[in-house]
């Protein structure tokens, strides 16, 4: 009997433990690259943070392993066939590696870094019927500067006008007083234009014509004494 409760409780100590054996087996993953060909296969891998990477040599030359950029430098022994060797990567990021004594032989990992934790802050519970508080942020109102009232401007009106000035009485000649002799008055004297009718036009041909037919006839009455002094002679 005692030996039938012993094993019982055995397998249920290994059940229990199995969720955490799987558990740290998944945090902490191993991962393999083979040499082989002169080649690494996988040449191109992505782990997680944490993760181990595994590095067997199964070509007859030898190979080692050296990081050509990363976040850190790594540098393996020199493996022989059949020999492996292991690095855990905790810096997360892009490492380039290759063998120093074959150049041609390259490879990349890819290091996934851990994703930060989220903390959460639970607020004490207020005194509500659900049991959650509230936090109401306060609201700042900003309130815009009142501008100041706008100074009415003066309507453009008509210039004042001006204050009419005393006009000055016209001087009238003062009169003499009354029972005093007034001067003689010269006689005025009316001088009527006489006026000048102007000719005639019809009247200045006529004269015209009759001036230039007694020069022709003076002319001619010359002409006709000369030429009979001529015939006498």
């Not at 059949?82 to 390259?106: E, I, L, N, R």
């Not at 036009?201 to 002409?223: D, E, F, N």
Request: glycine share 8%; proline share 12%.
């Amino acid at each position: 009997m005692r030996a039938a409760r012993g094993a019982a409780l055995s397998a249920v100590l290994a059940l229990l433990a199995l969720p955490l054996l799987s558990a740290g087996q998944a945090s902490a993953a191993t991962y393999r690259v083979t040499m082989k060909g002169y080649a690494f296969s996988p040449a191109s891998l992505t782990v997680p943070a944490g993760s181990t990477v595994t590095w067997t040599n199964q070509d007859t030359a030898p190979h080692d392993v050296k990081t050509t950029s990363g976040p850190a430098s790594i540098h393996s022994p020199m493996l022989d066939k059949g020999q492996s060797w292991s690095f855990t990567f905790t810096a997360g990021g892009s490492y380039g590696y290759y063998c120093t004594v074959h150049p041609d032989m390259t490879a990349g990992i890819t290091v996934r870094a851990a994703a930060p934790t989220q903390h959460h802050t639970e607020a004490p519970a207020g005194s509500g019927s659900s049991g959650s508080s509230h936090t109401t942020m306060p609201e700042h109102h900003t309130t815009a500067p009142s501008r100041p009232p706008m100074s009415r401007m003066p309507s453009p009106t008509s210039p004042p006008a001006s204050p009419t000035a005393p006009q000055a009485a016209a001087p009238q000649p003062s009169q003499p007083p009354s029972g005093s002799p007034q001067p003689a008055q010269p006689p005025q004297t009316v001088t009527t234009a006489s006026a000048s009718r102007p000719l005639d036009p019809l009247l200045v041909l006529a004269g015209l014509v009759a001036g230039v037919a007694v020069m022709c006839l003076l002319l001619v009455g010359s002409r006709a004494a000369t030429a009979r002094n001529a015939e006498d002679t």
